[in-house]
């Protein structure tokens, strides 16, 4: 089960559109190990598996226990939030790892990823490797990389009292932490500080992904988002 498998998109509404076009902005490949099975030397596999994703530009990069390349800092203040740096630091991630976690890189085409995966697959590291992504482009990957899928899981979608739920945009910017840290409110308010040009898409987008303590939130995504928002409402 990953975090990532319920990440809403408005082309997979709540009602199916006859023709949905399919995600083409959003493709997580993790890598993990089992506790006593395969995990001798992980944190230098870990390194080197973020290091082979930067060579081919990924929107954001991710340790499970500590974040992504933006993420909170202990030495500013609330007053601090809104003007501090904002810049990525993927150094940070490879750097922090210290031992048993998930790290994963996300990409905004499906060409980046599969050169990092054909990359992953070479370097044999001996750790397990998942695609988060529409099923037809992880199994394409999979066979354009030489490799076999060893499984898939699907999510069914969202079920239940759907009325209750957040609008659509909102849904597509939060369900991105798939932890739940980028609360719904969090999320209206960004779509509408960009919509009242008090911050750009790049700015909010950035503010929402220090907050996903995994690191796969994708910042690229959610600026394609918060403009598409603000283009429908003018």
Not at 119 to 125: F, H, N, T
Request: hydrophobic share 35%.
């Amino acid at each position: 089960m990953t975090n990532t498998l319920h990440r809403y998109s408005e082309h997979y509404a709540f009602e199916p559109l006859p023709n949905p076009k399919p995600v083409q902005d959003d493709y997580i490949v993790f890598a993990m190990s089992s506790r006593g099975i395969n995990d001798d030397n992980l944190v230098e596999k870990y390194r080197i598996f973020l290091r082979l994703a930067l060579k081919h530009k990924p929107v954001n990069l991710g340790d499970a226990t500590k974040g992504g390349t933006i993420r909170p800092r202990q030495d500013l203040n609330p007053t601090a939030h809104w003007r501090r740096d904002h810049q990525p630091d993927p150094e940070q991630v490879i750097a922090g790892i210290e031992g048993h976690t998930t790290v994963a890189a996300v990409f905004d085409n499906y060409e980046s990823m599969k050169s990092f995966v054909e990359e992953v697959k070479a370097a044999e590291l001996g750790i397990s490797i998942n695609i988060s992504a529409p099923i037809d482009e992880a199994q394409r990957c999979c066979e354009e990389a030489g490799t076999i899928r060893h499984s898939v899981e699907y999510s069914l979608g969202f079920r239940g009292r759907v009325d209750k739920l957040p609008d659509g945009t909102t849904l597509e910017l939060s369900t991105m932490c798939g932890h739940g840290m980028v609360s719904a409110n969090f999320a209206k308010k960004m779509v509408e500080w960009v919509k009242e040009n008090r911050r750009t898409s790049e700015e909010a987008a950035r503010y929402m992904a220090r907050f996903c303590i995994c690191g796969v939130f994708n910042i690229h995504r959610a600026e394609r988002i918060l403009q598409q928002a603000c283009t429908l409402t003018r």
